[in-house]
């Protein structure tokens, strides 16, 4: 069974653009969460999407959203970027929803610099 | 919020010593999961938890619910266990959130 991919898994950006970031999940799972990791913040917890709903989510502002496809796919946006937004982006999938009950499984990341 | 502490978040042994990592969090939960990462950023989930204990080979892993308390031991340590281990916790301690990280423990297994 193949893992959960992402894509792309460098990009370099400039202040000011936008970026969208893609996961794909582990076939037959159906939640995606998105999280941040930075030298000085360690991970954070962006969002959860659980059957093209979004479910929770975490301390960022607008500028990160994100969305899921029926095929349970999801990509993440983040506009009007800024250089604390550099960091490295990591999407983990389960079965069900929530991490209270279910293993998460995650990818290998995107590392994203902002120029 | 849940606070996740991890201690200590630098440790350096020698080959086939007994490591243990801690990890406390101060709202109450039902499981707490274990993650290994590597250098290059690979997450690997270790273990997730509820009560009592679970083994993965040379991995051991402990919970107390009431004292809000986890460890993580690695017997007859090796040089490939080298990486960063972070407990995580649900979100907000209830229902079903995303995860709260502790800030890792880095871990040194020399020859």
């Known amino acids: 069974k193949a893992g959960v991919t992402q894509t792309p898994r460098y990009l370099i950006k400039t202040r000011g653009q936008q970026v969208t970031l893609s996961c794909s999940p582990i076939?037959?799972?159906?939640?995606v969460s998105w999280y941040q990791q930075t030298p000085g913040q360690g991970l954070q917890f962006l969002f959860e999407y659980f059957s093209e709903t979004q479910r929770n989510k975490g301390n960022f502002p607008g500028r990160f959203s994100g969305r899921q496809f029926s095929n349970s796919r999801s990509e993440m946006n983040v506009s009007t970027l800024e250089l604390g937004d550099s960091a490295l982006y990591l999407c983990a999938s389960s079965f069900g929803p929530g991490a209270q009950y279910n293993e998460q499984f995650f990818g290998p990341g995107t590392r994203l610099t902002v120029l | 919020k849940n606070e996740v502490e991890q201690s200590p978040q630098n440790l350096t042994a020698q080959e086939g010593e007994f490591i243990t990592i801690n990890c406390s969090y101060s709202?109450?939960?039902?499981?707490l999961h274990w993650l290994q990462q590597h250098p290059g950023g690979g997450i690997v989930s270790l273990f997730m938890?509820?009560?009592g204990k679970k083994k993965h080979g040379r991995l051991i892993a402990t919970i107390n619910i009431q004292e809000k308390h986890s460890s993580l031991h690695i017997t007859a340590s090796h040089p490939r266990d080298s990486a960063v281990y972070i407990c995580a916790a649900p979100h907000s301690g209830g229902g079903a959130d995303g995860l709260t990280f502790g800030k890792g423990t880095h871990l040194i297994i020399q020859p």
């Open positions: 709202v109450g939960i039902s499981a």
């Open positions: 938890l509820s009560s």
């Open positions: 076939s037959g799972h159906r939640s």
